[in-house]
């Protein structure tokens, strides 16, 4: 039977009680479909680095590793140190990020149903801010080669979906050269794919568009910056950050976690909405299946999100989506779901 390592980041704030959560679920799943998952933790964030002085200690680098997967949870201030260094390190350079409408959460249409496909390691996330004499000077690092790979990325995606449509979004009437790049790389791949309808959209008019026919997006391709705004009002469409997941993927290695943040917020009240990481989780599932060809994984992945869909039809909720449940009672729900 195959197993699988999967190193478990918990973070910070809520991500104590979603992550713990979760692993609740997914030992569940596991002992419904027989594949077996092996969980090593891999500490990181604020308060590891007030414990040992560093935020992301090599030694939960090397358990990421020499895992299959990493499910992890927010991390607080330190984020920067944390998940954007690891999608540089380990060259996970597309995010991938859906907003789907569930039944049952109210959202701002019933028929929404696309994914944001983001660039993972470049543009101002490399953090190369100067200070000159009379101010400060922020440096946007756009690649062929990145822009390349996610734009390639972003077109095989949309050949798996129904709708089949690629709109990239960037804003090169004013970043000519760096989103001139980004926007031509976009528009080879849509060359080599013809059966794809493509277009492309200024990142003003997408932020709008996403509002007003948030319906008539499939796969939105994007830069780092614009698609970490857009991926936070793309979550808010679908019912809100709470149910939000997302995969950073590289070509062989993988990290999930939800959209979300810390949330110092609730943190400790015990009522943060677990749906975002079980649906990262969900996410793994089925990448674990497709990357390992194990149908099992995936048959897995398909129990799991129906579970977590048919608890939440029947009405259990966290508050964030106008319930009274408790992070641990949502847990139960999705358990029950699970076994039935
Ligand atoms: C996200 C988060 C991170 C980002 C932060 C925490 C650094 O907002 O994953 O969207 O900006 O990428
Ligand atoms: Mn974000």
Redesign the pocket.
Known sequence: MASYAISVMEGDGVGKEVTRSALEILGSVSSASGVSLDFTPAPAGDAVLAGTGEALPQQSLSVIRGSDACLKG??GET??AV??KLRQVLDLYA?IRPAKSMPGVPCLRPDIDFVIVRENTEDL?RGLEFEVADGVVAMRVTTTKACARIADRAFRLAMGRKAKKVVAVHKANVMRKSCGLFSSACREAAARYPAVSFSEMYVDAAAMNLIRSPESFDVIVTT?MFG?IL??EAAQLVGGLGIAP?ANLGDKFAIF?P?H?SAPDIAGKGIANPVGISLSACMMLEWLGESREDRKCGDAASALRAAIERAVQKGAKTPDLGGSLTTEKMTREIVAELRR
């Open positions: 927010p991390v984020a920067a998940i954007v995010n996330y780092n970490d991926s936070d997302s976690e959209v943040g």
